[in-house]
């Protein structure tokens, strides 16, 4: 298990307060860390293969990830293994997003998990380094360990939850209202803002919804949904449509500034629950919303 946490330091070790940058686009830290430690070490055997699931534990870092020196395989979402393995140069991990990996280690020598470029949109200044950060290094011996079995070529099915009965869009915009002293923002979900007292949505358990979520704010906000796992169907940027490259179960998927992202959903347990930005100051701030699921 790799746990991504990060963590701000000021120069005397504490943790200084949250400032109005923060506000607008999420805490972030200096320091990337996984499993509470930074750049941890993995000692390995040439041809070794080590399954590793990653969490995207941070409140607010957006990591794309490469593994610089070793293969990697996705084999598995935020809710568990995909149809059948699918090899990838780099992965995309949006706050809470978590992907399960077989990666091969081939090669004698480190090689190192490390972060690309990637922009979020940040407001203001202040933006973070995203790309070359070293998050792990695997040592990999001279000598060659005992020989791995190929991966399986099915994991399991996944079903294509069909046609849906009930269509919904969510529209997420960002909202900023100055005055003398302060600015305040507001993240809305179809121009409101998160109200504990109000239910925005009532859904029939058993039945499939199409959810649109539209990002016409200046940053991207990874979605989150309780109590059921959707399929992500199809993206839409600037008129284009495109599928994502696999089937998967997933409960949080990026919407990008500017995007559209469909997604199929089935909720089975009866009761109210929420929907949210995972970034928790855009939640915090309104980004929020209740489904009450109905028998
Ligand atoms: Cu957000």
Not at 39 to 49: E, I, Q, S, T
Not at 92 to 112: H, K, N, Q, Y
Not at 243 to 256: E, G, H, I, L, S
Request: glycine share 8%.
């Amino acid at each position: 298990v790799l746990m991504f946490t990060d963590l701000r330091l000021a120069a005397d070790g504490s943790m200084p307060d949250s400032t109005m940058a923060d506000q607008m686009n999420g805490r972030v830290g200096d320091h990337v860390l996984v499993n509470g430690q930074k750049n941890p070490r993995l000692a390995v055997a040439m041809g070794a293969k080590r399954r590793l699931r990653l969490y995207n534990a941070t409140n607010a870092r957006f990591l794309r990830l490469a593994f610089d020196g070793a293969a990697m395989t996705i084999i598995g979402t935020d809710g568990g293994l995909l149809e059948k393995p699918v090899a990838a140069n780099e992965i995309m991990l949006s706050p809470a997003e978590r992907v399960e990996l077989v990666v091969a280690f081939d090669r004698p020598g480190a090689a190192t998990l490390t972060t690309l470029d990637y922009d979020r949109g940040w407001m203001g200044a202040g933006r973070p380094a995203d790309a070359g950060l070293t998050l792990l290094t695997a040592d990999v011996a001279e000598t060659p360990g005992e020989a791995m079995p190929p991966l399986p070529e099915r994991l399991r099915p996944i079903a294509p939850l069909g046609q849906p009965a009930v269509s919904r869009r969510l529209v997420f915009t960002e909202t900023m209202a100055m005055n003398a002293t302060s600015m305040e923002m507001g993240f809305l979900i179809n121009g409101k803002a998160f109200d504990m007292e109000r239910v925005d949505i009532v859904a029939r358990a058993g039945e499939t919804e199409l959810w649109e979520i539209v990002n016409q704010a200046d940053m991207d906000h990874p979605f989150h949904l309780h109590g059921t796992q959707f399929q992500v169907v199809e993206h839409e940027r600037d008129g284009k449509v495109s599928k994502p490259p696999y089937r998967a179960w997933k409960d949080t998927v990026n919407v990008a500034r500017g995007e559209t992202v469909r997604l199929l959903l089935r909720q089975e347990r009866p009761g109210a629950r929420m929907y949210h930005c995972h970034i928790l100051e855009h939640e915090q701030l309104g980004m929020m919303g209740i489904v009450d699921v109905q028998a």
